[in-house]
């Protein structure tokens, strides 16, 4: 099973020199070491690469531009945090719990020098209102997590079928990369399984999202990061969705880790009154070899109210743990933007 294991490197947040309308903070940082065991593994990223910027914005009519306060002494340079074709950043609406749009989280798809407007994938929610606070973090790329030359130690191979894959979901299935050792046709490098010779090193991983490895051997991977504070919003889609556990401890050491309760998901998740007609939470049971289904039971439900496991009758399960790396929800409806709890720590 994996875990995951921190040392902050501080204990709070503290307000920094402000320059014009943008600040500065100094962040909590640390490490988590990620224990592979052979087979299916699901990891999420609660340490972010960086977060480098955070000012007050103007908002465009379309809601899909923003324009950072402060000049002329802040200052955007064309394409500063949408280098390359895949995206690099990503923005958070951030303030305090119950301000409109807190958690929300966007990839940044052009940055322009004139009038500083960064220009966003997804439109801001409504009653977000100019004066507005943001973040810009990087997101995290295989290179950065894993190493550009796989420092991280996964096992490589001339073939995928021999190395650890690291798989990331598309919407409809997973796109698997490994490292590949140059020995076969795929040339050496991060590659993607069916390309033989673009570097794959550069692939983005989603902010918030998770992402599953098949390891062949038994393995640990240390990252090192910033720990993201506040609430965060997730975008669900229809069907299965992974996402990554962004609270920094582990509920199982720590009174303020995520169960499924303290989590916060039951206030945006489809109820039912029968596990069929709700949303559903998976959590990998490695030895098991499958999924413990979760789902909350509405009122007048055979199995009364509240966190219910499929199969376990009317037992509570409010006190669950959320697992370390990443877990899957199911949605039964359409797509939904949900605020999941980041924990005081």
Not at 49 to 68: C, H, K, W, Y
Not at 166 to 193: C, H, K, M
């Amino acid at each position: 099973m994996m875990k995951r294991i921190y040392c902050l490197a501080a204990s709070c947040l503290l307000a920094a020199t402000a320059i014009a309308q943008t600040t500065v903070t100094t962040p909590v940082m640390g490490f988590l070491t990620l224990n592979l065991t052979p087979g299916t593994n699901f990891m999420g990223f609660a340490l972010l690469p960086s977060m480098e910027m955070q000012g007050l914005v103007n908002i465009d009519a379309g809601r899909t531009s923003i324009f950072l306060q402060g000049a002329p002494n802040v200052a955007l340079i064309n394409d500063q945090f949408n280098t390359g074709s895949l995206p690099s950043h990503t923005i958070e609406i951030s303030g305090s719990d119950g301000d409109a749009g807190v958690g929300f989280t966007s990839v940044i798809t052009d940055t322009f020098a004139l009038d500083n407007e960064i220009v966003l994938a997804d439109a801001i929610p409504e009653g977000v209102a100019d004066g507005a606070t943001v973040k810009i973090w990087k997101l995290w790329t295989l290179a950065d997590v894993f190493g550009a030359d796989n420092s991280a130690g996964l096992t490589d191979a001339a073939a995928p079928a021999q190395a650890d894959l690291i798989q990331i979901p598309n919407g409809v299935g997973f796109d698997q990369y490994f490292y590949s050792n140059g020995e076969g046709e795929y040339t050496a490098g991060w590659r993607l399984v069916g390309d033989f010779t673009t570097d794959q090193g550069v692939v983005p991983l989603e902010f918030a999202g998770g992402i599953a490895i098949t390891a062949r051997s038994a393995k640990s991977v240390v990252i090192v990061g910033q720990v993201k504070p506040g609430n965060t919003r997730v975008n669900l889609q229809t069907g299965n969705n992974f996402v990554a556990n962004l609270c920094p401890v582990n509920a199982v050491d720590s009174e303020v880790g995520l169960t499924l309760e303290t989590s916060g998901l039951q206030e945006g998740l489809t109820h039912g009154l029968t596990s069929v007609q709700a949303d559903r939470v998976l959590l990998w049971d490695a030895q098991a070899g499958g999924y413990i289904q979760y789902y909350y039971s509405a009122p007048g439900g055979i199995a009364g109210t509240g966190w219910r496991r499929i199969g376990a009758g009317m037992a509570d399960q409010k006190d669950v743990p959320l697992p370390d790396g990443a877990y899957i929800i199911h949605r039964v409806g359409g797509p939904v933007s949900i605020q999941l709890n980041q924990g005081a720590f």
